[in-house]
C-alpha cells in the first residue's frame, strides 16, 4: 500500500488527492497543507510542513516528512516550490517527486525565459519585447498601439498579466509593476506582447524526459466577469474537452508546442519532467500560439480534467517516474465543466472567514456527476456546529462546482444547480463558463 505527499492547497490539490485517494493501491494521502476539502476526502489527511521563507527550510521539511512516514510519490501542485527547486532537492534525497526541474520551471517562472526558449526553438508565440525601465516600457507601446499585452516578468499567482485595450491601460500596467511594484519582484521586469486574435485552449501534458502524454484538452475562462469582460484572474471556470482543439489543431500542438520543448530541454541536459501547461490561442486557420507555459497541472482546468480520467493517475505517475509514460490515458468520453465561486473582491482582494452554506455531503445522491473541489476553503476556529466543523472562505477563489454530463449544456445546468444553493457573503461566480462550446452545440 503507497503512501503519497500532495504539495499545495488549492482546488487542483484537492482534485489530485481526490484522484490518487480512489486507487485501491493507496493507503494514503497527505495534503501540505491541504484545505477544508482534502480535510474531509477519505484516505486523505492535512499536514502542515515548514512556512517559513526560507525556500532551503521549506524543502528539508518536505524532505524529513517523506523520510518519516515512508512517501512513495510526491506530486507538486502549485509553481512557487517548483521554480524555487522542490524536485531538484527531493531528487537529491533520493525521494520520488512528480515535477520539472528548477531550471525547467522557468519556462513559467520567467516570461523572459520562456519567451527567449521559444524564439530559439521556433514555437509560435507573439512578438514581445522585455523591459525594466518605464519611459522604454511606454516607448514601446506608443510605438506599437493598443490592444497590447503587459505582463510582470514572474510568478504573480496567475493576476500579472494586463490586456489593455487602450493605451492609456497599458500605461497603467507599467507604473504599477515597474513604478509602483504592485506584484514586487515579480514584476520589475515587464514583456510586452502582441495582442493575439482567436480562441484559447489549454494544452496539458505529463512528460517523463521523453515520452508525452497528452492529458484531455481543455478551455479556461480567465476574465472575472460574463462575456469574458473584466480584469484577469487565475481562472473562473473551465471545461473539458475544448471543441477548438480538432484533431489537426492537436497534431499541430504536439509537433510546433509540446515536442519542441521536450526535444530542447532534452539537448541542454535539463529533460522536462512533470505536467507541462501550454496556454494556447487558436487563430482563425486553427494554427496555435503559445499565451504561456505553466510547469504545473491549471487550476481551474485540473477539476473538470480529472473528473474525466478513469485511468490511476497514481499509475500514471509511477510509469512517468520511471521513464515509460504510456502514449494515452483513458477518459470518460463525457464532457466535465467546472464553476468557480469566489470571494468577495477578487482577484483585487480577498475575503476570509465568511462561513460558507449549503456544500452538498460528499456522499450525496449526485456525488459521480457533481463534485465540489476546495480552494481557498478552512474551518471555522469557533467551536463546531450540531458536531460539524463550519467551513469557512480562506481566498480569492474558495470552491470549483465541477460536473459531468452527456453535452457542455447539461454541465453546465448541473454545475449551476448546485453552485445555486451554495451561499456565502459576497460569494461571486459567472453563469456562463462553457459559453463557446455551447455556442458550437447550438450551432
Not at 482567436?198 to 496539458?204: C, L, M, Q, R, T
Not at 472575472?224 to 482543439?245: H, Q
Request: charge should be negative; aromatic fraction near 6%; charged fraction near 20%.
Amino acid at each position: 500500500m503507497m503512501n503519497i505527499l500532495v504539495i499545495g492547497s488549492g482546488g487542483r490539490e484537492h482534485a489530485l488527492a481526490w484522484q490518487c485517494a480512489k486507487d485501491d493501491h493507496v493507503k494514503n494521502v497527505y495534503v501540505a497543507p491541504g484545505n477544508a476539502g482534502t480535510a474531509l476526502e477519505p484516505k486523505c489527511q492535512n499536514i502542515v510542513l515548514a512556512s517559513s521563507q526560507d525556500n532551503a527550510n521549506e524543502h528539508s521539511a518536505v524532505i524529513e516528512f517523506c523520510q518519516n512516514n515512508a512517501i512513495d510519490m510526491v506530486i507538486v501542485g502549485p509553481e512557487a516550490p517548483l521554480v524555487t527547486g522542490i524536485v531538484d532537492a527531493c531528487r537529491d534525497a533520493g525521494i520520488k517527486v512528480w515535477g520539472p526541474t528548477a531550471y525547467c520551471a522557468q519556462l513559467e517562472g520567467s516570461k523572459t525565459f520562456a519567451k527567449e526558449f521559444m524564439a530559439q526553438n521556433n514555437i509560435p508565440t507573439a512578438a514581445y519585447q522585455g523591459f525594466t525601465d518605464a519611459a522604454a516600457a511606454k516607448a514601446y507601446i506608443d510605438e506599437q498601439g493598443a490592444p497590447i499585452v503587459i505582463k510582470a516578468d514572474g510568478l504573480a499567482a496567475g493576476k500579472g498579466v494586463i490586456v489593455a485595450e487602450t493605451v492609456e491601460q497599458a500605461y497603467d500596467a507599467i507604473d504599477d509593476m515597474l513604478a509602483d511594484n504592485k506584484f514586487g519582484d515579480a514584476g520589475s521586469r515587464v514583456v510586452i506582447e502582441q495582442f493575439l486574435q482567436g480562441e484559447e485552449a489549454s494544452f496539458i501534458c505529463m512528460i517523463d524526459g521523453e515520452n508525452i502524454l497528452p492529458m484531455a484538452t481543455s478551455q479556461d475562462h480567465k476574465r472575472a466577469f460574463e462575456g469574458d469582460t473584466g480584469p484577469n484572474t487565475g481562472g473562473m471556470g473551465a471545461y473539458s474537452p475544448a471543441p477548438v482543439v480538432t484533431q489537426e489543431v492537436h497534431n499541430k500542438v504536439m509537433t510546433q508546442v509540446i515536442q519542441p520543448v521536450v526535444d530542447a530541454m532534452k539537448a541542454s541536459g535539463h529533460p522536462y519532467t512533470g505536467f507541462l501547461y501550454a496556454g494556447l490561442m487558436i487563430d482563425q486557420a486553427g494554427d496555435p500560439y503559445v499565451i504561456e507555459f505553466n510547469c504545473r497541472f491549471g487550476d481551474p482546468e485540473t477539476q473538470p480534467i480529472l473528473m474525466r480520467l478513469q485511468s490511476s493517475m497514481v499509475d500514471l505517475v509511477a510509469q512517468g517516474l520511471a521513464g515509460q509514460l504510456p502514449s494515452n490515458a483513458k477518459w470518460d468520453t463525457r464532457p466535465a465543466l467546472g464553476i468557480v465561486v469566489a470571494s468577495k473582491g477578487y482577484p483585487e482582494t480577498s475575503s476570509k472567514g465568511d462561513v460558507i452554506a449549503g456544500l452538498p455531503e460528499l456522499d450525496a445522491s449526485h456525488a459521480n456527476a457533481v463534485k465540489v473541489f476546495h480552494a481557498g476553503t478552512a474551518f471555522s476556529d469557533s467551536s463546531a456546529v450540531d458536531n460539524k466543523q463550519e467551513v469557512v472562505t480562506n481566498g480569492g477563489r474558495v470552491l470549483c462546482v465541477t460536473a459531468l454530463a452527456d453535452n457542455i449544456s447539461d454541465a453546465q445546468q448541473a454545475a449551476l444547480a448546485v453552485t445555486g444553493a451554495i451561499s456565502f457573503d459576497g460569494a461571486q461566480y459567472r453563469r456562463d463558463i462553457g459559453h463557446h462550446a455551447i455556442a458550437r452545440e447550438n450551432a
